[in-house]
């Protein structure tokens, strides 16, 4: 098995997530992240203008009014951008978990009757509209009565989260928060795939991203870890010859075979770079994997409310965070104890993200 340290590693994936060298596309980001956070647009608007190499404006609005990307709820039961096609694959094993269906959810908040209820009005109701959640919850009392439409009022989009999952509604533009059907809102929509295609593919494009990576790493991004390393591995298996084992500092991880020599070859540059909020750097491994974000700073980066700091990394690893300056232009940047970064790349990043209107994705901002 090729061995290879965590430090060529992340270099390798700093290169396949453009923070080496930028992408042209911004679609081509979205995709080759398996999408981007949006609890908070500009921060997901952000994350992928850092990744280009001149975009001073916002560059998901457009993407997002003609279909090209599209928001809906997705990994993790987070708020994500996506292409379509990866999206409905991801989409796809989420739908396949049926989380809904558990004990613990239905005693928080819906019962399974309800909620197959609530698809079938959904599916009913909402194709070749776009809704409001207090629109939608009003046609639901008209047919379904005040208890399901009270309990989809309240709270975060608990009980819409498993329409999303199944392909029944997605974020749609327009005025305000609306929701359509995946279908009216983007062009040509795919429509969810087989599980077997779909959870080898994700696999796989996570690998591309985010390797060498566990298979543990990749479920808990997925859906913290519902899906058992049986199923896990079958994915694997069904990938073939098309992944790489690596050791990693001792730890067997994953890469597809035809990245091997690259990452073998990468040799660690330093790279200084500044990311936003809910940047997928910290996301796609989890603010758990301590050659990413040292455990003795977690906690400055993995905030209470779910919050996710903007972050500063040297090769990769982060070394601390930034904030958008109350008076200065630029970012103000505090770096963890006893990390030092060269101050001409960190002045770059600082005046290059000036030039991408920071303060639009600090989540204090």
Known sequence: MPAVTIAQALEWRLGKQFLLRPADDPLEVVRRLLGVQAQVPSAADL??????????????????????????????????VHDPATGAAVLALLAEGRS??????????????????????????LPGRRLSRDELATELEQHAGSDLAAKLRSGWGSL?????????????????????????????????????????????????AYGPATLDAF?????????????????????GDAVAAVEVDGTTAYVPAEELDDLLAARPSGTVRLLPSFDQWVLGPGTSDTRVVPA???????RAGGWISPVVTSGGRVVGTWAVGQRAAEPEVTLFPGEDVPAAALAHERARLAQRHPDDAHPDG
């Open 47 to 80: 994350a992928v203008r850092v990744r280009l190499a001149d975009a001073p404006e916002p560059v998901l609005p457009p993407l997002l009014a003609d279909g090209r990307v599209f928001r809906t709820w997705s990994v993790r039961g987070t708020l994500h």
């Open 100 to 125: 809904w269906q558990r004990p613990g959810w239905q005693r928080e908040f819906a019962t399974t009757a309800e909620m197959d209820r609530l698809a079938e009005l959904c599916a009913e109701l």
């Open 160 to 208: 819409l989260k498993p329409l999303a999952w199944q392909g029944l509604l997605c974020g749609a533009p327009g005025p305000g928060v609306l929701f359509g059907t995946p279908q009216d809102v983007v062009p040509g929509w795919p429509g969810l795939p087989p599980v077997e295609e779909a959870g080898p593919r994700v696999l796989r494009t996570y690998l591309a």
């Open 219 to 239: 479920g808990q991004w997925l859906v913290r870890g519902m899906f058992g390393v049986r199923v896990l591995r079958g994915w694997l298996a069904d990938l």
């Open 296 to 302: 003795e700073h977690r906690a400055a980066v993995s």
